[in-house]
């Protein structure tokens, strides 16, 4: 791979253990049945070599990708790109913290580039220890409110990291005015106009205190000479534009806005490793689900496709991916550690763009979302466990909308693995509104009035739980 300083050398030998002892207690957790272990298993090498992280790292060409939204599919993206010139080293299943990153760089040979997702507020330390030659910044908006608290907060934090790295290449989405706020300080920025629908975080100037005002996508702050900055390359329509004039057609396996500025943030990213652009998104095209994400599996006798939807800025980027009204949607909602305990974000959703449609609210905490959307005034029924939900509103094309461990709990459900927390849904649920269960045949209402708890592991109903092949059946758009 091309880039600063990448020389294939092996690690020390205590970090080499460390490596081997991460992926046999992996190997220990898959066999019990414990999930994949990759977070255990990195543990573990850092338990036996603290410092496993940079030494890991040593030698590589090294990208992280940072932002509330798309960064495991960014990382995908990146690493099919990536992938065109050798090994790549990444980080699976979203495990974006240090462990994750010790596991993803343990299984890969020395000196193979890696393109790595990072924690939003872990990119300073990870930054720090792997010393990386590109930082991809996609957005920064509300997430997790009870760990991550203020989002500017954030953009604060980035910004001293990229101030504490002027050897690292940015590339940085110019229309979130929050991300180019954090990436300033850097001697060399590539700008992208990647898109930020949801403007909600960054209305107040972070230089200023002012206004900031959009018009046509352009932003610009009303008592300051903060604006957006002028892009190198960006989005128009399907194709990605760079200012020297070339136009790149985009023809993704993925749905949706959110997806392109995805592939056009990993495109220009793969560029700094001497990859086309046009090479780069041709490797990308043959990506069409992204750990369960994007995944269409018959359920029963219903179809339906898992999409992920964990704050507002994602669910606006959701609602383009929906199949036309009156497609119905299931929503999915847990607040676990990894989803953040606080579920109040769903009053920022706006839900009632979902009116029209066979909707049911499910998950651990569908009672807070069924609350949410009677505000919306949207129809729906509420049924805790989403694979009944799919049935009830199905046959489909079902789009089921899930939040973080919603979707990893039902994606591994349907693929016939437990799911790695299992819990039982609450015994007694609540009585649904009668208005609500007015608008929906009888016959999909099976367990909105208080059947027995399902099971979270595979039961007999899930005998269908099959992919169904991308490509042969388009999803209705
Ligand atoms: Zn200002």
Redesign the pocket.
């Known amino acids: 791979m091309t880039g600063a300083g990448a020389t294939a050398s092996r690690p020390p030998a205590r970090t080499l253990v460390a490596a081997r002892a991460g992926q046999a207690t992996a190997g220990l957790s898959r066999l019990l049945g414990r999930g994949d272990g990759t977070v255990i298993g990195g543990r573990m090498s850092l338990w036996v070599d603290p410092d496993a992280l940079a030494r890991l790292g040593a030698g590589r060409w090294v990208s992280l990708v940072s932002g509330t939204n798309g960064k495991t599919t960014t990382t995908r993206l990146l690493t099919a790109a990536l992938g065109l010139r050798g090994p790549v080293a990444t980080n699976p299943q979203g495990s974006n913290l240090p462990p994750g990153l010790v596991a993803g760089l343990g299984r890969a040979e020395p000196g193979a580039a890696a393109a790595l997702e990072v924690d939003e507020a872990w990119l300073g330390a990870v930054a720090d220890a792997l010393r990386p030659a590109t930082l991809t910044l996609l957005n920064l908006s509300r997430d997790q409110l009870d760990r991550v608290a203020e989002v500017r907060r954030l953009a604060d934090r980035w910004r001293a990291v990229v101030g504490a790295h002027p050897d690292a290449q940015v590339i940085a989405n110019a229309d979130d005015p929050l991300v180019v706020w954090a990436a300033i300080p850097a001697p060399s920025v590539t700008w992208v106009g990647a898109g930020q629908p949801w403007t909600e975080d960054a209305t107040g ?6 206004r ?1 005002g959009w018009s046509d996508g352009v932003w610009a ?6 604006a957006r900055p002028e892009p190198d390359v960006w989005i128009e329509g399907d194709d990605v534009v760079t200012a020297a004039g070339a136009r790149h057609r985009l023809s993704l396996g993925l749905p949706g806005r959110a997806n392109r500025a995805n592939a056009a943030m990993a495109a220009v990213t793969a560029a700094r490793a001497g990859i086309g652009l046009e090479e780069a998104l041709a490797a990308m095209a043959a990506t069409v689900t992204v750990d369960g994400r994007y995944r269409q599996v018959a359920v029963g006798d219903s179809r339906a496709r898992l999409l992920l939807a964990k704050n507002p800025a994602g669910w606006v980027e959701v609602f383009d991916m929906l199949a036309p009204p009156p497609g119905p949607v299931v929503v999915v909602i847990n607040a676990r550690i990894a989803d953040g305990r606080d579920p109040s974000w769903l009053w920022d959703v706006p839900f009632e763009r979902l009116a029209g449609r066979r909707v049911a609210a499910s998950g651990e905490r569908s009672r807070d979302l069924a609350v949410r959307l009677d505000y919306a005034e949207v129809e729906h029924v509420r049924i805790p466990d989403p694979v009944e939900a799919i049935g009830a509103v199905g046959p489909g094309p079902v789009d089921v909308a899930a939040n973080y461990t919603a979707l990893r709990d039902l994606d591994a459900r349907l693929r016939g693995r437990p799911a790695w927390r299992p819990r039982r849904w609450p015994r007694r649920p609540w009585p649904s509104r009668p208005r609500s269960s007015a608008a929906m045949p009888s016959a999909a209402l099976p367990s909105a009035t208080g059947s027995p708890a399902a099971p979270a592991r595979p039961g007999p109903g899930l005998s269908g739980g099959t992919d169904v092949a991308s490509g042969v059946s388009p999803w209705p758009r």
């Open positions: 100037c972070p230089a200023c205190g002012g900031i702050c009303s008592g300051c000479a903060f």
